[in-house]
């Protein structure tokens, strides 16, 4: 049905054509002008024409030759000789080389290449998007972590420094006390 709807589809497209060119013409027998019948007409009358004169039967022949004439690669060929181009080859030798190398290495690598490994990535990568995705949860919550541990420990400095000057104002005090008894501080 596919193929029915695309050549109606066609052949209306050709019939609008049609019209838009010949509008309501009509051919000797009545019936509406066609572009196929026309062109028919033109192809066989240039045929004829070019059948019955001898120059465009040779030009004819000659169209192959015309081609390969105007074929920017001819002129390469005629203008560059052999000997030149084997220099051109034999100065890339060491390219080329390199690529018949690297050629043979993805040969012996295209097994590895169709392996299930490969084939099966995409699978591994929802998996693995998925890792991402609690790694950085995870990195989030030890930064946190991380966060309140420090401030743990700036208050554990903080009340170790207080404790240290409150037991030194002591230490003072006591010593001044000791002083004014006339007490002797064991040592």
Known sequence: MDK??????LEMRLQALESRLYGERRNKSGKPVKCADSLGKIQAGLTNTANKRERVKILHKKIEDLVKYLDPQFTDHITVPDAMKLEFILAEEDFLLSQATLLEQVNTL???????YIRDVPEHATKLQRLSQIHIKEQDQSETQSQEVKKV????NKMMFLLSKQFTQWDETLRQMEEAKGIRPVE
């Open 153 to 156: 420990f700036e208050e554990y």
């Open 4 to 9: 029915k709807s695309e050549t109606d589809n």
């Open 110 to 116: 295209q097994p590895l290449l169709d392996s299930t």
